[in-house]
Structure formats: structure tokens, C-alpha cells
């Protein structure tokens, strides 16, 4: 309540029931975790106020030791014996990625007995059982040194006189003992977090107080029913925690109406707690009852629909029906959670006995004692998923209410993650948000908003230009004005800074399209531009001319023409821009088959991290690159990225597939791809299977069409439609969906038509009932 007061934190502790004593109590034996997240891009300046405050001599960070895990030595050592990386991987996917049933713990040895496809490809050839026996043994070993992304050490006396300190090659002092070991010797460790979210608020709240708006977190209100109407659409994507396909889908089935609703979210969707979400959302929509085993729970458990979702509730159980002090109740849920059965056992009949005193007959002590046990192991720390889901909720109140802002803010801070980028610019296509590309005369290094509410690309996003260039040109423009044309920019601005390649990539990115000339022009005149500008420079330091042609005495050089050419064909256009920018922005090869794409999924890019191992999915989309190889028997396969709407994904052909493929994989041609998901180290590959052109795949799969006629649809519309299916009669089944504006729905089966969903009668038919009211239905 205290660091609530004094703006430490900034969530009510006591209206949303926060128990200090989950932190520190003074029956706790060890040290809590203290957890205090900052913006990102600030950290750095928290460390080194902690360093002003405690003395030089008395902080510093923790050091963590990479270890040799399993995948990791098969793969260096497969590099010192000159095992070729395609059979390396051959023998890498027979690892499993993580622990399982019956392998606690991945080893080499225990994959060996577990997977006979292993143990017979090992003895297949010499090399593999040497490269394996060699693993083996470099296997748990350390692997290099590194900083711990978080963890800092506050002592009250020098470091030195406590623990051994490391120095790294780049200057960064750190402990030489693990956190663990730390934690052991009695220091008090903070983890200090670097959140990108509090970096997107920090600087969307700047773009506003530049449009004059000021707006502060604390003065969000936390009833807005716009905002949660956000969560409860499933309208997350940029939303802290809330993005996942999943979360979304169990958004719109919970429909959250208050914070509280968030904050049970937030701790539900987790493994284990996560098989309570159907009932926690048929509670709360009263599909069915809310029980308790005693009265007394009501008030505890009246938030959650009566399920236990939060640590804090088995210790309010403990403490309000068996009579526990709140510190023995937080000894009793770790006793549970990490299931301490001796320790249980003791605490046990003091629980029963308080429950004795309190009224409650031995049957149902036993019973909450067997209900909190169950809970205990999967119940989640209440403050710290009250505390993220308040930011959660900021985040979707700007997006709510400041979309632009926040989506530019997003797009700055994800501007080195392409992936991220593809998906947050696909994100603002849907919101109806307008993305103008870069431009050298109206881009700032980050991603801004414009007047009428767009969002300006940054020139900070586009690859190989640099950071100091970008500000050198941003300082000129801001003391001489605007460039008037490419001879103006290369001729103001310092050539060691902005080079020729410099200038050739803010060409073919589109940051020049402001000036004069086409892309192409302007690609040809570079010679002449980068000599004109040593030219004038010349003729400047020797006071003959002067870059504005205004003084007296001095003369303008005349800029040389731009050559008479035709610009590039669009796709040079948007090649180069998915070069230099990482996607294709002035348009998507994708975008033409929009409709086909979301029928034929099954996943889209951003939402394999929802697909189970080896799961087989369909997606729709191109490949940006493919790179052959070439295997240790000489087969040919293939490795490379595949890209949708919302992201990239990398992706694997095998040679037995490859050479039935290999004419199919046109780069940049949508493509159907059938395959399965691989889980490796963390990240996700698709094992390709099969692959279709997608307008001949949509042919063939698709089994109906969905047309929806809004009240607002005129007769003149409607007839105009009722032709066009004339125009194109077929096999498929169609369905109109009459909408009313109170939003009834009136669905019907067409006996009238069947049509034949090409191109034509699928743009005409969307062009009369407007975007995104024609949909396809697709087999499988």
C-alpha cells in the first residue's frame, strides 16, 4: 500500500486484493524476487543511477554461462569434423527440443535409447557414432560467458571483499558466481527488465504531446467500455501478453468487461491453468452455476467465478478459514506448489485444527484442503499479473483511442524485427490506418504521425543506411530546409556520412519519391549527382559559389538533367523495397489474393507459435528467398523464407521433396504450402510437403462462396449483383447473409445460383457490397 502512495507502483493494492505478504513476511526463509520493469531503451540509466546511489564499488550485474546442451554440441562438432550442415540436421531433428513423458531431462545418451530412428542413423556411418561420442562428452560443459538479461547485485560493501568479479572482452564487470550462487552467498539480487512494451507507451505518449495532446498513465480510466470491447473483438495484435491467436480466441469467448476479467486472463492462459478457461468463461457468461464448498469462499473466490486462479487465493483460504497468519499461509502455498510433501504434512493438522475453530467439520477442511492442493501448483502470483495486465490494458486504450500513435510508436520499436514489422504493417492496413513510405523530406529517423492521422514510415527502418547518416541528413534538412532533388541532397550533405551506397538505397527504398524524377532517373543520375556535389564542394571552399545562389558575386552550378527513362517495372519496384526495408511496401504480391489466402489457411504466419510440433498446416503466401544446397550424397534440398501478410517463417525442403517441387518454387508467385511445423532451439521451421499455385489451389478447393448484403445495400446494387452471377454460373454453392443494422444475421442457401468464383466475379461482387463482404469457404 505504501509503494502504491508513493507512486512506486501504481495499481490499488487494495481494491484489487494485492498481499504484501506474497512478497515478504517475516516467516519467509529466503530472499523474495524483486522484479522492477523499465522501459527498454532506459535501463542503462537505471543501472547507472544504482551505481551514483550505492557506490561504483558495490553494484554490478550477474553473469550467466552458456552451456553445450544437446543440438548445440552435435552441431559444433559436426563443424570441427566437416559433417555437412544438411546431414547435421538430419541428425538434430531426431532430438526432442525440450523434456517430455518419458525424458525429464534431453541428453544425448537418453535420445540414443529413446529414438531407434536415431540410434540406427548413428551407426550408419563412422563419422555420425564419432561425431556423436564426441557430443557426448562436450555435452553440459560451458559454452561461453555472457551478461544475465537482468539480474543486478547491490551490496553494502565493496564487491570485491564479497564475491570474484569477471571483467568481459568489452568492459562490463560482472560476478563470476551464477545467480544461484549469488542468491547463496546471502546478496541481494534485483532483476532489472527491459520491457519494449513501456517503450511503445513512453513513445506514444510523446507523439501526442507533440500533436499538443498530454495525456499520463495514471489518468487512463480503468472503466473505459471501448477498450474492452477491443479485448473482447480479440483486437490484440500489438496488445502486451494478449497477442497469441489463442489468447485472442479465449478473449472473445470471455468478452472482458472489467480489469479483474484481464487480470484472470492474464494468469489462466498458462500450461495446467489454461484447462480451466472454458469454465471460467461459461461462469462468468452464468452457463453455469458458481459453487462454493463453504460460504466463506465467496468473497475470496467471487472475482474468478469461484475457481482458484491466484496464489494470493490459497493463501486467503488458508488464512480466513483455517485462521493461518498470512506469512505461514504463503508457506504453506510454496509448500504446495512445489508439491514438499513432508513439509505439507506438518502444516497439515494446523490447518485442519483452524478450520475446526472456525466452524467448519473435518469433511470439508479435508475437501478445501484437497481443493487448494490441486490449485496450488497451478495458481499464479495475482500482483504480477495484475501488474501486466494494467499495462495489457493501457496499451489497448491507446489503441483504442489513439491508433495512429500507438501503431507508430509499435512499428519504432520493432523497426530491426522485420517479422514483427510485416505483421504491425498488415495490422494498420486492417485498422484503415494509412502507412506513407520513407521520405527524406518528411520521414524523422523513427515512425511518426502526420496531420491527418497516417503514419510515416522511419528512416531508421531501412537497412544499410545507418544511424549517422540518417541524423546528418535530418540536421541538414533542419537548417537549410527541404531537399529540392537528388543534385540538392547529394550536394549538402557530407559524403564520408551519406556515400553513393548510402544515396542508391534511400533511392530504391522510396525515401526519395518526393523528388524530382523517378526511381529509375534518379538510379541513373547517382554519377552525376555524387560529381556535381564534389564540384560544388569545390567551388564553395574556394568562395566562387554559394548553395543557395543568393549572395552577390557568387553563382548557382547549374544541376545537370535528369536521363529520359521509364521507371522500373513494379516488381524491381517492390524487389528492391523488400531488399531494404525487409517486405514489400508500396504493395504485396499477396494482397491481390487476399480472399483465397484466408479461406485456404489453416494458420497464418504470426500464429504457428499456437501450432504443436509436427502439426501439419496449409498457408498461403510466397517465398521471399531460397537458397539450394547441396547434401553429402550430392541431393539436392532446399532452405529459404516464406512470407504472408503477417510474417516470415523459415522453411525446409527435403531432397525427396525438392526434386518433386523444384519446378513449382518460383520466388515471389503465391503459393498454397502444405507442411508440417518444427520446433528447433525455440524458433519454428516448416517442413514443406507440397506446394500449389494458390489461384489454381483455389480452384480446386474451394466448395462455396459467402456473399453479405448490409441494409444499406441498395436494389440498383442488388440487381447489379443479381447479373454478375448470371455472368458467371458454376458448381459452387452460394450463402447471402442478409445483416441488419441492429445486427441480426439472415443466412441463406442460394437456389437460384451456383456460380464459378473467378477473379472477375469475386472483385465486381465486393466492388457493389463492399470490402471484405465476399468470402470463400474451403475443403479441409
Request: charged fraction near 30%; aromatic fraction near 6%.
Amino acid at each position: 500500500l505504501v509503494s502504491y502512495l508513493i507512486g512506486i507502483t501504481n495499481i490499488d493494492p487494495i481494491r484489487y486484493g494485492l498481499l504484501f505478504e506474497r512478497f515478504i513476511n517475516p516467516e519467509r526463509e529466503s530472499y523474495p524476487d524483486i522484479d522492477v520493469d523499465f522501459s527498454d531503451t532506459r535501463r542503462g540509466e537505471v543501472i547507472e543511477y544504482v551505481r551514483r546511489k550505492y557506490g561504483e564499488d558495490n553494484v554490478c550485474q550477474i553473469i550467466t554461462f552458456g552451456r553445450m546442451l544437446s543440438r548445440q554440441a552435435i552441431k559444433d562438432v559436426g563443424r570441427v569434423l566437416n559433417v555437412s550442415l544438411p546431414e547435421v540436421e538430419a541428425i538434430t531433428k531426431l532430438i526432442p527440443e525440450g523434456p517430455s513423458a518419458n525424458m525429464k531431462k534431453v541428453t544425448l545418451k537418453k535420445s540414443l535409447e529413446e529414438s531407434r530412428e536415431l540410434r540406427e542413423l548413428v551407426k550408419s556411418r563412422k563419422e555420425y557414432t564419432e561425431l556423436i561420442d564426441k557430443a557426448i562428452v562436450l555435452e553440459g560443459t560451458i559454452r561461453n560467458a555472457g551478461v544475465h538479461a537482468a539480474g543486478v547485485v547491490i551490496t553494502p560493501e565493496p564487491l570485491t571483499e564479497l564475491v570474484p568479479l569477471y571483467k568481459s572482452p568489452d568492459g562490463e564487470v560482472t560476478t563470476q558466481f551464477d545467480m544461484n550462487n549469488v542468491e547463496r552467498l546471502g546478496l541481494l539480487k534485483v532483476d532489472f527488465l527491459g520491457l519494449k512494451t513501456l517503450s511503445i507507451l513512453e513513445r506514444a505518449l510523446e507523439l501526442l504531446h507533440k500533436q499538443g495532446v498530454e495525456l499520463h498513465l495514471e489518468d487512463i480510466p480503468l472503466d473505459d467500455a471501448a477498450t474492452y470491447e477491443l479485448f473482447a473483438r480479440g483486437d490484440t495484435i500489438g496488445i502486451f501478453q494478449f497477442e497469441s491467436g489463442g489468447m485472442r480466441d479465449s478473449l472473445r469467448k470471455l468478452r472482458p468487461t472489467r480489469l479483474e476479467d484481464l487480470i484472470a486472463m492474464n494468469a489462466l492462459y498458462r500450461p495446467g491453468p489454461m484447462e480451466n478457461i472454458g469454465e471460467f468463461v461459461k461462469r462468468k457468461h452464468g452457463q453455469n452455476e458458481i459453487t462454493h464448498l463453504h460460504p466463506s469462499l465467496a468473497e475470496i473466490l467471487d472475482e474468478t467465478y469461484g475457481i482458484i486462479v491466484y496464489q494470493e487465493q490459497v493463501m486467503q483460504i488458508a488464512n480466513r478459514l483455517a485462521g493461518m497468519s498470512l506469512g505461514r499461509a504463503d508457506i504453506l502455498r510454496r509448500a504446495m506448489g512445489k508439491k514438499k510433501q513432508k513439509l505439507m504434512d506438518e502444516l497439515m493438522p494446523e490447518f485442519m485444527e483452524g478450520c475446526g475453530k472456525n466452524g467448519i467439520d473435518k469433511a470439508t477442511a479435508r475437501k478445501l484442503w484437497d481443493l487448494i492442493e490441486r490449485f496450488a501448483k497451478y495458481g499464479f502470483n495475482k500482483s504480477h499479473a495484475a501488474g501486466y495486465a494494467l499495462v495489457a490494458y493501457q496499451t489497448g486504450y491507446l489503441k483504442t483511442h489513439y491508433p495512429a500513435e500507438f501503431m507508430a510508436a509499435s512499428m519504432t520499436v520493432r523497426k530491426d524485427r522485420t517479422d514483427e514489422l510485416i505483421l504491425f504493417l498488415e495490422e494498420c492496413r486492417r485498422m484503415g490506418i494509412e502507412v506513407l513510405p520513407p521520405d527524406v523530406n518528411a520521414s524523422e529517423e523513427d515512425f511518426t504521425v502526420t496531420d491527418s492521422k497516417a503514419v510515416r514510415f522511419g528512416l531508421g527502418a531501412i537497412k544499410n543506411v545507418g544511424s549517422a547518416a540518417i541524423s546528418h541528413i535530418l540536421g541538414e534538412r533542419e537548417a537549410g530546409g527541404p531537399y529540392a532533388d537528388l543534385f540538392d541532397l547529394a550536394s549538402r550533405v557530407n559524403g564520408r556520412l551519406v556515400n553513393r551506397k548510402v544515396l542508391e538505397n534511400l533511392v530504391l527504398a522510396g525515401a526519395t519519391v518526393s523528388l524530382e524524377g523517378n526511381r529509375r532517373q534518379q538510379i541513373e543520375a547517382l554519377d552525376r549527382a555524387m560529381a556535381y556535389a564534389q564540384q560544388m564542394q569545390l567551388e564553395r571552399a574556394r568562395g566562387q559559389v554559394s548553395i543557395f545562389g543568393e549572395e552577390e558575386g557568387m553563382v548557382s552550378l547549374p544541376r545537370p538533367p535528369l536521363p529520359e527513362v521509364e521507371e522500373m517495372p513494379t516488381h524491381e519496384l517492390l524487389a528492391y523495397e523488400r531488399d531494404l526495408l525487409g517486405f514489400y511496401f508500396s504493395g504485396h504480391p499477396l494482397l491481390r489474393f487476399r480472399r483465397e489466402a484466408e479461406a485456404l489457411s489453416s494458420f497464418n504466419v504470426t500464429d504457428l507459435g499456437d501450432a504443436r510440433d509436427d502439426q501439419s498446416v496449409r498457408i498461403a503466401g510466397l517465398f521471399c528467398s531460397l537458397e539450394n544446397r547441396q547434401t553429402r550424397k550430392g541431393d539436392l534440398m532446399a532452405r529459404g523464407r516464406f512470407e504472408d501478410l503477417t510474417g516470415l517463417v523459415g522453411v525446409v525442403i527435403f531432397p525427396k521433396t525438392f526434386e518433386k517441387l523444384r519446378h513449382k518454387l518460383n520466388e515471389d508467385e503465391p503459393m498454397l504450402l502444405s507442411g508440417r511445423v518444427q520446433r528447433r532451439d525455440a524458433q519454428i521451421e516448416l517442413i514443406v510437403e507440397d506446394v500449389e499455385p494458390l489461384e489454381q489451389a483455389a480452384a480446386r478447393l474451394t466448395r462455396g462462396v459467402e456473399m453479405v448484403v448490409g441494409e444499406e445495400v441498395s436494389g440498383k446494387v442488388v440487381i447489379g449483383l443479381e447479373q454478375e452471377l448470371r455472368n458467371h454460373p458454376g458448381d459452387v454453392p452460394l450463402r447471402i447473409v442478409f445483416l441488419t443494422d441492429e445486427g441480426d444475421r439472415l443466412e441463406l442457401a442460394s437456389k437460384r445460383y451456383k456460380v464459378k468464383p473467378d477473379r472477375e466475379l469475386l472483385d465486381r461482387a465486393e466492388k457493389l457490397l463492399g470490402e471484405g463482404k465476399v468470402r470463400l469457404e474451403a475443403v479441409g
